[in-house]
């Protein structure tokens, strides 16, 4: 998969279904197609009708936001790639921090996830980065390179050209407070220089790293200007339309 431009949006367990589908129905409508792609990420009970009314709209893409890393079987509650195939889903978020943090998901379990989102043949798009303790301890590049070596540095090269990584300081997620661009750029490179380590300099260069945390129109020229972000995954201002696609003309 080439380098793209990428506005996602992570609508995390917000939205009734009407009002789902309500946002969904306003960003068909205003989002122009470009060469810039959108991804929305519903709650999973809206994605087979959000789906059916993005289906004329090219550049939009339907996400989950976790999988279970398993086919099928005994697990209560959980959501399977066939089942998400089954509706139109292309992309799932995986290692979200609210899933580490209050799902307990390791860097292990990731890998799985990943394993698997691959082998049924959509693309995972990789959450990682650092609390504000190891950012003020100054470890955050260590601390997301470990994250990435450990979920994602088993891959052959075509498979990790496959994945779409988005580096999202938790400090910023949520909270109003936005990374600098010059904080968002260092760390983006410092994820291509360890995909250029690790594979190749043209697998790096290939990668989508997208920036989360705090993302909004003001802020978003800014933040997809810097040389290495590629596009970013939002979340409190993709629950407005017209804030979600004025981040989407940003590129
Ligand atoms: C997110 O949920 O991935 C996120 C970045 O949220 P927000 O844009 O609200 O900070």
Redesign the pocket.
């Known amino acids: 998969m080439s380098r793209k431009n990428i506005a996602a949006g992570?609508w995390?367990m917000n939205k009734n279904y009407e009002e789902g589908l309500e946002l969904a129905r306003g960003l068909a409508a205003k989002s122009v197609g470009s060469n810039a792609l959108m991804i929305l990420a519903t709650p999973f009970i809206h994605l087979k009708a959000v789906g059916d009314i993005i289906k004329d709209a090219s550049h939009i893409h339907l996400a989950a936001q976790n999988c279970h890393q398993n086919a099928s079987g005994a697990y209560t509650g959980e959501t399977s790639l066939d089942m998400l195939k089954s509706v139109g889903v292309s992309h799932v978020?995986l290692g979200?921090?609210?899933r580490r943090e209050y799902f307990h998901e390791s860097n292990e379990l990731l890998a799985e996830k990943v394993n698997a989102v691959l082998e049924a043949g959509l693309t995972p798009i990789f959450?990682c980065g650092e609390r504000l303790d190891i950012r003020e301890a100054d470890t955050h590049v260590a601390y997301v390179a470990n994250q990435i070596k450990e979920s994602l540095f088993h891959l052959s090269e075509a498979d990790f050209g496959k994945i779409i990584i988005?580096y999202?300081p938790i400090w910023?997620?949520?909270?109003?407070v936005?990374a600098s661009p010059k904080q968002a750029q260092d760390m983006h490179r410092e994820i291509r220089q360890m995909i250029a380590g690790k594979y190749n300099a043209a697998t790096a260069d290939n990668c989508s790293i997208l920036y989360?945390?705090?993302?909004?129109p003001a802020n978003a020229v800014e933040l997809f200007g810097q040389p290495d972000v590629d596009g970013?995954?939002?979340?409190?201002?993709?629950l407005k339309a017209d804030d979600f696609c004025a981040i989407y003309e940003a590129f």
């Open positions: 992570n995390k978020i979200h921090s609210e959450c988005a999202e910023a997620i949520g909270t109003g936005t989360g945390g705090s993302v909004k970013g995954l939002v979340g409190g201002a993709s």
